[in-house]
């Protein structure tokens, strides 16, 4: 049973900083691209960032120069950094694994909270 956990998600100030982790419990965390979506009421999910079993990134425009997204192998967890927040970031944030050559191997977190609010 391939479970993602996330924790990180809270409030923060327009300007801010906040971190979300993401760690996977099963096996073959190494050969699962991974991405962050988020989702506010109302509008679709949207990709924001991704990051391949060979560590290339990719960031949606909204984010770029603002949020890093990297991985920890040895501790089958994927991160997001954020910076520079945003009220327009607020949203609930979702990480998903997917496996590089099977996509019937694919899992999603239970999203976490983030709010940007003064």
């Known amino acids: 049973q391939v479970q993602l956990v996330e924790s990180g998600g809270g409030l923060v100030q327009p300007g801010g900083s906040l971190t979300l982790s993401c760690a996977m419990n099963g096996s073959d965390f190494r050969l699962h691209h991974l991405y962050w979506y988020r989702q506010s009421p109302g509008k679709e999910r949207d990709l924001i960032a991704r990051i391949s079993v060979g560590s290339s990134t990719n960031y949606a425009d909204s984010v770029t120069g603002r949020f890093t997204i990297s991985r920890d192998n040895a501790k089958n967890t994927v991160y997001l950094q954020m910076n520079s927040l945003k009220p327009e970031d607020t949203a609930v944030y979702y990480c998903?694994?997917?496996?590089?050559?099977?996509?019937?191997?694919?899992?999603w977190g239970q999203g976490t909270q983030v709010t940007v609010s003064s």
């Open positions: 998903n694994a997917l496996h590089y050559s099977d996509s019937r191997r694919q899992y």
